[in-house]
């Protein structure tokens, strides 16, 4: 059952509230504007601190965010769109993925 709870406050501290809840974000935003739009291999590699062979891996899948079309770059926006979106697969099937091992 939902419980409804009535909250009262100034709108000051509404603003409160409200820049620190946004400051929390800018900071998770902020490390990717130092990011070019497209990183190299090289560059992929040590953001996802993975090794050689995962990265080798990750280029093989056909939804991994690579542009070929002037070397083989990865988008910067769409990896973290994919990040966040096979984390959310993970997080919905971590439980049938746990019966099965």
Not at 28 to 52: A, V, Y
Request: hydrophobic share 40%; net charge neutral; glycine share 2%.
């Amino acid at each position: 059952m939902e419980q409804t709870i009535l909250i009262t406050m100034t709108a000051e501290d509404l603003r409160n509230i409200i820049s620190e809840e946004v400051a929390k974000v800018a900071e998770r935003i902020e490390p990717r504007r130092d990011l070019p739009h497209f990183l190299t291999r090289e560059e992929t590699k040590e953001l996802l601190r993975i090794s050689e062979t995962k990265m080798c891996e990750l280029m093989g899948r056909k939804d991994f965010p690579v542009c070929r079309e002037f070397g083989v770059k990865i988008y910067t926006d769409e990896l973290f769109k994919w990040i966040r979106f096979n984390a959310k697969w993970l997080d919905q099937n971590r439980k049938s993925i746990r019966s099965v091992s």
